[in-house]
């Protein structure tokens, strides 16, 4: 494989998409070597086809706003690769939201996936609306809306989509109640569902329970737990909530949350009533964590900086992609920090990653720390199509048993001479071998 001629092509034909070239890199760097080894891939144009969607649908999403005024957003699904299952993956509503971001996401998820073992193909979507200081009434006009097209390109079989930012369950609620009307099926389309009506027990707490977990086994290789130790995350939504129950279960204290407006320290540590509130933050649909410390006075709030300035044994970036730069990562080495855990979608610039490696910081990329939540969709798409509930210690279980064998993937094909593990190389190396080879037994398609 010829990995520059590869990037510059995928520059010329998607020129000013930093983030998704930036994600495409990431992945060929680390699996050169594999490719170099395996010549079969190579003749039949695995990573050209790889790095492609089989498709990109865009639409326009217009919808009346609370005043009567209409509003105009673009929707978009990204089909990114289905040779191990129908594409799946979340739905993204943030202003932020263009095709680079999509891109980038769709390609994560096809070797996130393929590390949880599950039959699922790699997908993603969203939209530039903004559901912050929007009614719940606004939220449905716009879910509505956006279904309306989404729905002609997805199927339980097809394209089986969920949260990711600015989506969670109310979301998921309402895009669900058009699909159903719509394509009058009731097969559960959507993963991250109400319990009352096809949603999977701890799917809402997956993506940080399954992160904690991941991170737990990281920790092991060192002879350490979370037990006594400070951690620093970002953000204040869902996995970020679900990280702060976990790590609390686990004896660990959380130092800090964050959100766009800045981030709360908190020496005293983030646990019970504190918990509870930031879903209370969350539901407000506010995009700002400054009412935290109104509300606690052991909380500081920093306006307009990063967590990763506190001193910290484990830094889990939770909020949004490279929310974690090159300086940030000096601070974090400076302060003597034993692992990070990315929980976001590529939370860390590739200078971050890059000194992590130097330094040999053990560091846990998004694409298997974070796999928790879309595996926990996998569980939940197998207990609609058994039409059966599975209890909360089964799921936990299942989730359990996938994060531990995502990160025995890690060691085997990530182990360097010297013994440290390069969990990058590990998890995109054994996601990668897996869906090369599907696409070999599949044809050129
Ligand atoms: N958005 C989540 C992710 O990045 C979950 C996707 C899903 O459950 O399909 O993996």
């Given at each position: 494989m010829n990995l520059n001629n590869i990037m510059n092509d995928l520059e010329k034909k998607h020129p000013g998409e930093v983030e998704f070239l930036q994600a495409v890199r990431e992945v060929l760097e680390s699996i050169e070597e594999v490719v170099n080894e395996n010549p079969q891939f190579d003749s039949a144009k695995v990573i050209e086809r790889l790095v492609e969607p089989d498709r990109v649908i865009m639409f326009k999403v217009p919808w009346i706003d609370d005043n009567g005024d209409v509003q105009v957003n673009l929707g978009y699904r990204v089909q990114f690769n289905n040779a191990l299952g129908p594409y799946k993956g979340g739905l993204r509503f943030h202003p932020s939201v263009n095709l680079s971001i999509l891109k980038f996401l769709g390609f994560e998820q096809i070797f996130k996936n393929a590390l949880t073992t599950l039959p699922m193909g790699g997908g993603k979507g969203g939209s530039d609306?903004?559901?912050?200081?929007?009614s719940d009434n606004e939220i449905m006009r716009f879910c509505q809306a956006f279904m309306l097209e989404l729905w002609k390109v997805i199927?339980?079989?097809?394209d089986v989509p969920a949260g990711d930012v600015g989506v969670g369950g109310k979301e998921i609620g309402y895009l669900y109640g058009m699909y159903k009307k719509l394509?009058?099926?009731?097969?559960?389309?959507?993963?991250?569902?109400?319990l009352g009506w096809g949603g999977s027990l701890i799917r809402p707490e997956a993506t940080g329970f399954g992160g904690v977990y991941f991170t737990k086994e990281m920790l092991a290789m060192q002879?350490?737990?979370?037990?006594?130790k400070t951690v620093a995350i970002s953000g204040f939504g869902n996995v970020a909530w679900g990280v702060a129950l976990k790590v609390t279960e686990l004896g660990?204290?959380?130092?800090t949350i964050s959100g766009p407006d800045g981030y709360i320290y908190d020496e005293e540590g983030i646990a019970g009533e504190k918990i509870d509130y930031l879903l209370e933050l969350r539901a407000s649909n506010?995009?700002?964590?400054?009412p935290f410390a109104d509300e606690f006075p052991s909380a500081k709030f920093i306006p307009g900086?990063?967590?990763?300035e506190v001193k910290c044994d484990i830094a889990m970036p939770c909020?949004?992609?490279?929310?974690?730069?090159g300086d940030d990562a000096k601070l974090l080495v400076e302060n003597g920090v034993l692992a990070v855990a990315e929980v976001?979608?590529?939370?860390?610039?590739p200078e971050a990653v890059t000194l992590f490696h130097e330094k040999k910081i053990p560091f846990g990329p998004g694409k298997a720390v974070n796999a928790g939540g879309v595996a926990v969709s996998g569980l939940e798409m197998t207990q609609n199509a058994m039409k059966l509930a599975w209890t909360r210690e089964e799921v936990d279980a299942k989730l359990h048993h996938i994060m531990s064998s995502i990160h025995t993937a890690c060691i085997t094909h990530g182990t360097e001479d010297d013994g440290y593990i390069n969990y990058v190389k590990g998890a995109n190396i054994a996601g990668f071998l897996k869906v090369a080879n599907a696409m070999m037994d599949q044809g050129v398609i």
């Open positions: 609306f903004n559901p912050k200081g929007k199927g339980p079989e097809t394509a009058r099926e009731n097969s559960g389309v959507l993963t991250g569902k109400g002879n350490e737990t979370f037990e006594g660990g204290k959380i130092i506010q995009d700002i964590v400054a900086k990063r967590p990763w909020a949004i992609q490279n929310e974690l730069n976001s979608n590529m939370g860390c610039t």
